[in-house]
């Protein structure tokens, strides 16, 4: 097998060892001194407390209506004829509006869907309304009286992707619950983090308040006093839950899920612990799940799909069946006591991708028409001299799009490779970072922070930095050990840590591992905007004039090869995190630094002239 890959990446490896040379660009576009890291980390610390305090105080979590209550006052009341801006509005009044507003009419699914769930909130608003007033649902206590005798709602929204289950959800009914019940009144939540990142919410390990290696064992699930006091404060006040992507979700943990919410809500709503699976998430009184069961199953394991089988059985997953998995397929089952089938498909521009779709999701099969077939056999790559393989070949604004497609491996020693090849590859089509930091509003890069001239998307090509790793042995070995340990490949058994390690502006990279949520978490995307080298860094140059330790010098050789080997590890960093909202901690600059190389090339562009 490792014969045949490298016969088949040789002339890759041919191509990436010629030189390329590259645009000078400062390795950091927005410096940081020493008093700006620890402004950084003091940022980041305050952020992190404050986030604990929400977690763990019920009153910093804002509970209640997001709308701003009168103040009492003692000056004499006066009457008067109430006209209609002074009624309140109700969650069914605002739901339509959103309705019309959003497109939701012209789905049945999403319409019916919308209204089914909304009517046990619009019964508890009328109740208050009828009783205490509105103002007594800005408690847990309050919003609990007002609950009793509201028949809970449970539904299992079913259907491909881009039919709109969580288009309706987010749109209209999330809406109506921040508006009336504020933040604390809506949990949403998803097995994967790239799910919850995608729905706004939470893992469901996250919401559970389990730790990393929690056991899902019943009679483990109870918490202890702290953890009690965690989910009292995430699932006492609440009126919606929303689970997206439930097909993820193995039985024991969505389990364990129902297990812990109902430990969160039982003190309040005097609920009965041995009825957690019964009575799934301490009767949350509106609650929905959402998946597409007709994908395939990624891992050979139980799944909920298992829960509606009677005398069949699921190829490939284990034959043992714990207490653990009953208890997921029993809230299941609960759950899908109301199913609603989402069909057709609302986000692919084309038809042949849903026709395909279709096709698969038959029961038993079915033809693949002929011009659909061509269509298909039209996007098999023909061989290393099919055009759409080359690096210039663009699509979507992304050059090389399929020359740097996605590949896949097993062995590490074709993965380790691979990822050196990537890296290389994409440095050298790759313009720079779209920005160095993101709008607040919405996440999305503020392009007018992109660090370079206004002419930056026309530059190709991006200086790849090596570091090598730092393996420090208990006894004195040789220069040969150390080689040899850089040249290990298997990233499993070294902490993920690569021997050599390619970084370059731009550069696209993924979390492994959870920092600090809800942004930083597993499957957290950004792009590499900044490199702070250490205080001795020459790129070996004994005094790498003109470039000093943040650049190699302008003379330097890499500048044609494409790369440098650096001496020391990096300080740090910079990273702009996709979609993150929290925002720069530091003042924005009023405008976009000037690129080291434009004295040089005599304008803006940064380049190096011509020898």
Same mark, same amino acid.
């Given at each position: 097998?490792?014969?045949?890959?490298?016969?088949?990446?040789?002339?890759?490896?041919?191509?990436?060892?010629?030189?390329?040379?590259?645009?000078?660009?400062?390795?950091?576009?927005?410096?940081?001194?020493?008093?700006?890291?620890?402004?950084?980390?003091?940022?980041?610390?305050?952020?992190? +407390?404050?986030?604990?305090?929400?977690?763990?105080? *019920?009153?910093?979590?804002?509970?209640?209506?997001?709308?701003?209550?009168?103040?009492?006052?003692?000056?004499?009341?006066?009457?008067?004829?109430?006209?209609?801006?002074?009624?309140?509005?109700?969650?069914?009044?605002?739901?339509?509006?959103?309705?019309?507003?959003?497109?939701?009419?012209?789905?049945? @699914?999403?319409?019916?869907?919308?209204?089914?769930?909304?009517?046990?909130?619009?019964?508890?608003?009328?109740?208050?309304?009828?009783?205490?007033?509105?103002?007594? *649902?800005?408690?847990?206590?309050?919003?609990?009286?007002?609950?009793?005798?509201?028949?809970?709602?449970?539904?299992?929204? $079913?259907?491909?992707?881009?039919?709109?289950?969580?288009?309706?959800?987010?749109?209209?009914?999330?809406?109506?619950?921040?508006?009336?019940?504020?933040?604390?009144?809506?949990?949403?939540?998803?097995?994967?983090?790239?799910?919850?990142?995608?729905?706004?919410?939470?893992?469901?390990?996250?919401?559970?308040?389990?730790?990393?290696?929690?056991?899902?064992?019943?009679?483990?699930?109870?918490?202890?006093?702290?953890?009690?006091?965690?989910?009292?404060?995430?699932?006492?006040?609440?009126?919606?839950?929303?689970?997206?992507?439930?097909?993820?979700?193995?039985?024991?943990?969505?389990?364990?899920?129902?297990? /812990?919410?109902?430990?969160?809500?039982?003190?309040?709503?005097?609920? =009965?612990?041995? #009825?957690?699976?019964?009575?799934?998430?301490?009767?949350?009184?509106?609650?929905?799940?959402?998946?597409?069961?007709?994908?395939?199953? !990624?891992?050979?394991?139980?799944?909920?799909?298992?829960?509606?089988?009677?005398?069949?059985?699921?190829?490939?997953?284990?034959?043992?069946?714990?207490? +653990?998995?009953?208890?997921?397929?029993?809230? &299941? =089952?609960?759950?899908?006591?109301?199913?609603?089938?989402?069909?057709?498909?609302? /986000? &692919?521009?084309?038809?042949?991708?849903?026709?395909?779709?279709?096709?698969? =999701?038959?029961?038993?099969?079915?033809?693949?028409?002929?011009?659909?077939?061509?269509?298909?056999?039209? =996007?098999?790559?023909?061989?290393?001299?099919?055009?759409?393989?080359?690096?210039?070949?663009?699509? @979507?604004?992304?050059?090389?799009? &399929?020359?740097?497609?996605? #590949?896949?491996?097993?062995?590490? @020693?074709?993965?380790?490779?691979?990822?050196?090849?990537?890296?290389?590859?994409?440095?050298?089509?790759? %313009?720079?970072?779209?920005? *160095?930091?993101?709008?607040?509003?919405?996440?999305?890069?503020?392009?007018?922070?992109?660090?370079?001239?206004?002419?930056?998307?026309?530059?190709?090509?991006?200086?790849?930095?090596?570091?090598?790793?730092?393996?420090?042995?208990?006894?004195?070995?040789?220069?040969?050990?150390?080689?040899?340990?850089?040249?290990?490949?298997?990233?499993?058994?070294?902490?993920?840590?690569?021997?050599?390690?390619?970084?370059? *502006?731009?550069?696209?990279?993924?979390?492994?591992?959870?920092?600090?949520?809800?942004?930083?978490?597993?499957?957290?995307?950004?792009?590499?905007?900044?490199?702070? &080298?250490?205080? #001795?860094?020459?790129?070996?140059?004994? +005094?790498?004039?003109?470039?000093?330790?943040?650049? %190699?010098?302008?003379? $330097?050789?890499?500048?044609?090869?494409?790369?440098?080997?650096?001496?020391?590890? !990096?300080?740090?960093?910079?990273?702009?995190?996709?979609?993150?909202?929290?925002?720069?901690?530091?003042?924005?600059?009023?405008?976009?630094?000037?690129? $080291?190389?434009?004295?040089?090339?005599?304008?803006?562009?940064?380049? /190096?002239? +011509?020898?």
């Amino acid at each position: 097998m490792m014969k045949t890959f490298l016969c088949m990446h040789r002339p890759a490896y041919k191509h990436i060892r010629q030189p390329c040379a590259v645009h000078e660009r400062p390795p950091r576009l927005a410096a940081l001194t020493s008093e700006d890291v620890l402004k950084a980390r003091a940022h980041q610390d305050c952020l992190r +407390e404050q986030r604990a305090a929400q977690d763990d105080n *019920l009153q910093a979590a804002g509970a209640g209506p997001s709308v701003a209550l009168a103040a009492p006052s003692d000056a004499p009341a006066s009457s008067r004829r109430l006209g209609p801006e002074d009624l309140p509005i109700s969650p069914l009044q605002m739901a339509l509006t959103l309705i019309a507003e959003s497109g939701v009419w012209q789905s049945k @699914e999403q319409y019916l869907v919308t209204l089914f769930l909304l009517q046990p909130i619009q019964q508890i608003w009328e109740k208050a309304l009828d009783t205490d007033g509105l103002d007594s *649902l800005s408690t847990a206590a309050g919003l609990v009286a007002a609950s009793r005798d509201v028949q809970v709602r449970r539904v299992f929204l $079913h259907g491909p992707g881009g039919s709109g289950k969580t288009y309706c959800m987010t749109e209209v009914l999330n809406k109506v619950v921040l508006r009336i019940f504020g933040n604390r009144g809506l949990k949403l939540v998803a097995a994967a983090n790239s799910a919850a990142r995608i729905l706004g919410g939470k893992t469901m390990h996250a919401a559970a308040k389990l730790t990393r290696k929690q056991s899902l064992v019943a009679n483990r699930l109870k918490p202890n006093i702290r953890a009690k006091k965690k989910l009292e404060a995430e699932w006492e006040y609440l009126v919606l839950l929303l689970a997206d992507e439930i097909g993820l979700a193995s039985p024991p943990l969505l389990g364990g899920l129902s297990r /812990r919410a109902t430990f969160g809500r039982a003190g309040l709503l005097g609920l =009965r612990l041995d #009825r957690a699976i019964e009575e799934p998430f301490g009767q949350v009184p509106a609650q929905a799940i959402m998946g597409d069961f007709m994908q395939v199953n !990624p891992v050979c394991s139980h799944t909920l799909l298992e829960a509606l089988l009677v005398d069949s059985r699921v190829p490939g997953v284990p034959r043992k069946v714990t207490d +653990e998995d009953e208890d997921g397929w029993r809230v &299941f =089952r609960k759950m899908a006591s109301d199913v609603v089938l989402f069909t057709g498909t609302h /986000r &692919f521009l084309d038809e042949d991708l849903p026709r395909l779709f279709e096709i698969m =999701r038959t029961p038993g099969g079915a033809r693949v028409p002929d011009d659909l077939r061509a269509k298909i056999r039209d =996007r098999v790559q023909q061989g290393p001299d099919d055009p759409r393989m080359s690096m210039d070949c663009e699509l @979507e604004g992304v050059r090389g799009f &399929f020359a740097l497609g996605a #590949r896949a491996a097993i062995q590490w @020693e074709q993965v380790a490779r691979l990822q050196q090849l990537h890296v290389l590859a994409s440095a050298r089509v790759c %313009p720079g970072p779209r920005a *160095l930091f993101n709008k607040t509003d919405d996440g999305k890069p503020d392009l007018r922070y992109h660090g370079f001239s206004t002419a930056h998307s026309a530059a190709r090509g991006q200086l790849v930095y090596y570091f090598q790793a730092v393996d420090r042995f208990k006894h004195r070995q040789g220069r040969d050990m150390y080689i040899e340990a850089l040249k290990f490949m298997n990233l499993s058994k070294s902490n993920g840590l690569p021997g050599m390690c390619a970084v370059y *502006l731009g550069m696209r990279g993924r979390l492994t591992k959870k920092v600090m949520g809800p942004e930083l978490v597993q499957e957290a995307t950004g792009e590499v905007v900044g490199i702070r &080298f250490h205080p #001795r860094e020459r790129f070996g140059f004994a +005094e790498n004039i003109g470039g000093g330790s943040d650049q %190699p010098s302008p003379n $330097h050789p890499c500048w044609q090869l494409g790369f440098v080997v650096c001496e020391y590890l !990096p300080v740090h960093v910079e990273i702009r995190w996709d979609g993150c909202t929290v925002g720069p901690w530091r003042a924005l600059q009023t405008t976009a630094p000037k690129p $080291h190389g434009a004295a040089i090339a005599g304008g803006e562009g940064g380049a /190096r002239p +011509e020898p």
